[in-house]
């Protein structure tokens, strides 16, 4: 079903000067649909990204209320109090709520920040930008999107005061734990705000991730075939695949968590004895949930991950003005990574006490994935090979994702090892690996996408002097803050204790555990340079140049400046890829996507002068079918 | 006052960074730096790049030799020497990979820094060096996943038959244990025999359960391999003995099962790390509730000779607890007497 909005934007594109008029239309919007409830790409993203700056200052503060646990245990925490009342008990955290600090941590990090706030950002705000599309396919939905993720967020945060405390059962909320308020105060209240929270977080996800692929689809611009996508696009678009394949069966496992919770189901509680009582639920298997859970669970990680290897593609290339290596290579890769993501899934349960046949199965599929994720390493590393390389803070953070992309994935080669990971499971080794190769990357993806389309998306630029100092304080401490964590996992420590002083084989460490807190506490301190540099300069900011980046993709040719509809004459057609920098022969160093062959005879490369004759064919084709429209 | 003086310090110190922010802003402007693709960061940026890593894979190199002691956990099992030596194969690739990859990273950006001079290599695709960087690492992978399944095998694989069989059993917070007494083997079990007395649920009305003890401490014998029935009472929990390089969930509903063969008596552990209070632990290792973090189960390891006394010295459960002969079936109370040695 077409609006007719949409159809008259369709028509727009075919008379030539229409939309212009159609767009300045749309601007008297009022400041609730403008800003609020906007259908509009660009302000839906931007609605992503300062919610998910929002939830990310939540979540970091949340971990620096444990890393003062964990780094100083004899601290006297009665300064807390006013903000945390009954949850600091004598001076100290409350052990439950020290658990449903991790927890919330884990929570708000992996889906509101990295997930929301990383791919909702960009693929609303660049999809249709960089695939010269007026919108997303469906704005309303789109719309949707966002208000179900505002709506989660709201449940979420509502259950952080409550009296019982939020969730405590660890991000993963393993029932019988999380399905037994007997078990945790956590798991009363908490947890069905946790699971309504996260229903209503799937539902967002999913209506993003339809338009996003719908969008990709059937909304590029002339010219634009999928060879010569930006390998952000392809991100974005094998991210929304993932998204929708996935996602379903969170919701699928969420929703019989509800029933076992508030129905008297069985489907995870069997032979259990708690609080006096043995409970009347027989037949079901903890280990189903975990199936259903990491069914999403691993694909997860590469929704996190994967648009923020799309983001850096595109800012390395850029930044090391040369083409990225391997263009086919990395959507090969991008693609390998999406498929093997579905079925490795259990290797987050080699312990749980499957059968340990299947453990060897997802073993064997688990290290395959490490082969594309090493193609995509080399390519970025090539890529940099004889570039003129320019370390703006986007090309900084990039360069330091891919440091962290190496670090963290290569001890993944432990723990996908099921013969290692029976020392190594859930200790602080997994802790490190996680958040340097999920965490900490994609955290420094979406940093490196901020700074590349701050001046896009504001119009003005971010100061650079700030962005140093913020990527070397934040970069440093990351790895201050989690390769020390490697050795606590070497030697045993397990991951969500509140303290190691029960257990004779953990008494060590003190001083490495207070360095990591000191480390977080400045890594965290250090973010605060970014919020003031990024609220300073949508205000104060240098006003930005139109292509500040001399980049090729197609949204630094849009309108500066928020126009609906994004350019205010015709889209622009496509004739190239978007990777033509420094081409041998050419004057500039770089060509955007949008100058044709014919225009270019110094560099075309022989097979592309054979291209020059099908553009001016083209062209006359397409007048043709304007004329055609017109009668 | 205090307070209130370490606010208005603060406040000042954010006022004084804003302002140098203000100058050097303008500092730029004047000079029409803004201009430029790059500035004289640009060579900053690369150095301190270098420096970094450099400084880091140094760090790494001296942290990770001087504190082996620390962060290594001395070696208790038969199949931890396997695990072991995996480990130490996995860590000597992917350092390898890890330093080879950060200072190729740190060469090509120092060297290829921006220059107004130079124009970068317009280098697209090789297919060969595509080839070759994918089937490197997916030999070494497959060396890898192939040792390790081995192992995996193994480990996984059933126990002797002469294996000792021990019963674990987690519960919220803390863990207990049961051995099958004279017999050899283990009663049955049923949570809904669970009360103040029996808290682990043990299926009187199975013969083999009547002699079962349920000791203070967990003895396990050295050389011999014992498998661990794995059971839990209320949530999910995990067997995690560092020391045995052993871990498994303990789950409600569905009982697992570990096996391993411990090599070192508690004793020779003790000398070999001069540490005369050093004992094996259990750990839980699943976040399970409240007191997640003080679930702690000492395991003895004893001489074979000395289990076996061990083992002779406990008294069944039934014999320690006589008062619940009453619950059990009648025609078994004259057999439970004698196999739980109420009656000689």
């Given amino acids: ?631 | 006052m205090f307070d209130s003086l370490i606010i208005l310090s603060g406040i000042l110190i954010i006022a004084i960074l804003f302002t140098l922010f203000r100058v050097g802003t303008l500092v730029n402007v004047v000079r029409n730096r803004d201009k430029k693709p790059v500035t004289g960061s640009n060579k900053v940026n690369a150095t301190l790049l270098a420096l970094f890593v450099i400084g880091g894979l140094a760090l790494f190199f001296y942290y990770s030799s001087a504190y082996y002691d620390e962060y290594t956990l001395p070696l208790a099992s038969e199949h931890g020497i396997h695990t072991d030596r995996l480990f130490w194969w996995t860590m000597g690739v992917t350092v390898a990979a890890f330093v080879i990859t950060h200072i190729v990273l740190i060469a090509f950006a120092y060297k290829y820094r921006y220059a107004e001079t130079q124009k970068a290599t317009f280098f697209p695709d090789n297919t060969k060096l595509e080839v070759i960087w994918t089937i490197i690492p997916a030999i070494v992978l497959a060396t890898l996943i192939f040792s390790g399944l081995a192992t995996w095998t193994d480990i996984t694989g059933p126990a002797p038959d002469d294996a000792e069989v021990i019963e674990v059993y987690g519960f919220q917070f803390g863990w207990k244990s049961r051995y099958p007494g004279n017999d050899g083997e283990l009663g049955g079990f049923d949570f809904r025999k669970i009360d103040a007395v029996n808290d682990m649920g043990i299926d009187f009305s199975d013969e083999a359960a009547l002699d079962d003890f349920v000791p203070i401490e967990m003895h396990v014998p050295k050389g011999k391999a014992v498998e661990l029935k794995i059971r839990a009472k209320d949530v999910i929990h995990s067997v995690f003995i560092p020391h045995f390089r052993a871990q498994m969930n303990a789950v409600p509903g569905m009982p697992t099962r570990f096996w391993f063969t411990a090599t070192k008596t508690t004793e020779e552990m003790r000398a070999e790390l001069d540490n005369p209070e050093f004992n094996y632990e259990l750990v839980c290792n699943k976040i399970c509730g409240k007191a997640h973090f003080a679930m702690r189960y000492v395991i003895v390891v004893d001489e074979p000779e000395d289990y076996e006394k061990w083992k002779a010295e406990q008294t069944a459960w039934l014999k320690n607890n006589p008062d619940y002969l009453s619950k059990l079936p009648s025609e078994l109370k004259e057999l439970a007497m004698l196999k739980s040695g109420i009656s000689e």
């Fill in chain 1, 1 to 631: 079903m077409e609006t007719v909005e949409e159809i008259k934007r369709r028509e727009g594109e075919v008379h030539h000067g229409d939309y212009s008029e159609h767009a300045h239309d749309d601007h008297h919007g009022n400041f609730w649909t403008t800003y609020v409830f906007s259908q509009d790409h660009k302000m839906i993203g931007k609605q992503f990204l300062i919610t998910g700056i929002f939830w990310a200052i939540i979540g970091g503060a949340l971990s620096i209320l444990f890393r003062l646990q964990l780094g100083f245990p004899d601290m006297d925490l009665t300064w807390l109090q006013p903000i945390l009342g009954e949850w600091i008990v004598d001076g100290k955290l409350d052990q439950e709520f020290y658990l449903a600090l991790v927890t919330m941590h884990g929570t708000i990090m992996v889906f509101f920040v990295l997930t929301a706030g990383l791919s909702g950002t960009f693929s609303n705000y660049l999809i249709p930008l960089q695939i010269g599309a007026r919108d997303m396919a469906s704005g309303f939905m789109n719309m949707l999107s966002y208000w179900f993720f505002f709506a989660s967020g709201v449940v979420m945060f509502i259950s952080l005061f409550l009296d019982t405390g939020p969730a405590g059962g660890g991000w993963t909320v393993y029932p019988p734990l999380s399905a037994l308020p007997q078990a945790i105060s956590g798991s009363g209240m908490g947890m069905t705000l946790w699971l309504v929270s996260m229903s209503l977080f799937i539902v967002s996800s999913l209506l993003g991730g339809i338009n996003y692929i719908t969008t990709v689809i059937n909304l590029r611009t002339k010219g634009l075939s999928f060879s010569k996508l930006p390998l952000t696009i392809w991100a974005f678009f094998i991210t929304a695949i993932i998204g929708l394949l996935s996602f379903p069966v969170l919701f699928a496992a969420a929703l019989l968590l509800i029933f076992d919770r508030s129905f008297g189901t069985s489907f995870y509680l069997s032979d259990i004895y708690i609080g006096g009582e043995a409970l009347p639920n027989i037949g079901g298997s903890p280990i189903l949930y975990q199936h259903l859970f990491w069914f999403l669970g691993h694909p997860e990680v590469y929704i996190v991950l994967l648009p923020a290897l799309g983001i850096t593609s595109e800012i390395i290339s850029t930044n090391s003005r040369k083409p990225i290596f391997g263009y086919k290579a990395m959507i090969l890769s991008m693609v390998a990574i999406a498929f093997l993501s579905f079925i490795v899934w259990a290797h987050h349960m080699f312990v749980s006490g499957m059968n340990p046949f299947l453990g060897s199965i997802f073993m064997l599929l688990t290290l395959i994935i490490a082969v594309p994720s090493g193609v995509k390493v080399f390519n970025y590393l090539t890529t940099l090979w004889k570039g003129n390389i320019r370390f703006t803070p986007a090309m900084l953070f990039s360069i330091g994702l891919v440091s962290f992309f190496i670090s963290g994935g290569l001890t993944g080669i432990f723990l996908g090892n099921s013969a290692i990971d029976i020392t190594l499971h859930d200790t602080y080794f997994v802790v490190a690996h996680f958040h340097l190769v999920m965490g900490s990357a994609s955290f420094f993806g979406l940093l490196a996408g901020v700074y590349h389309w701050f001046p896009k998306m504001f119009g003005r630029m971010m100061d650079e002097r700030l962005g140093y100092v913020h990527f070397w304080l934040t970069f440093v401490g990351v790895y201050f803050v989690f390769f020390p964590l490697h050795y606590i996992g070497i030697a045993g420590f397990p991951r969500r204790y509140y303290s190691f002083t029960s257990f004779d084989a953990f008494q060590g460490f003190a001083d490495l555990n207070m360095f990591v807190s000191i480390a977080a506490i400045i890594t965290f301190a250090a973010q605060f340079l970014f919020l003031f540099n990024f609220f300073y300069s949508i205000y104060r900011g240098r006003k930005a140049p139109q292509n500040p980046w001399d980049s090729n993709t197609l949204e630094w040719t849009a309108d500066k400046g928020s126009v609906h509809g994004n350019w205010s004459g015709d889209l622009p057609t496509v004739y190239r890829w978007p990777y033509d920098y420094s081409k041998p022969g050419s004057e500039s160093d770089f060509i955007p996507q949008t100058v044709p062959y014919s225009e270019t005879p110094e560099s075309n490369l022989p097979e592309e002068n054979m291209l020059v004759k099908l553009e001016s064919e083209d062209k006359e084709g397409a007048s043709s079918v304007v004329n055609e429209t017109k009668v």
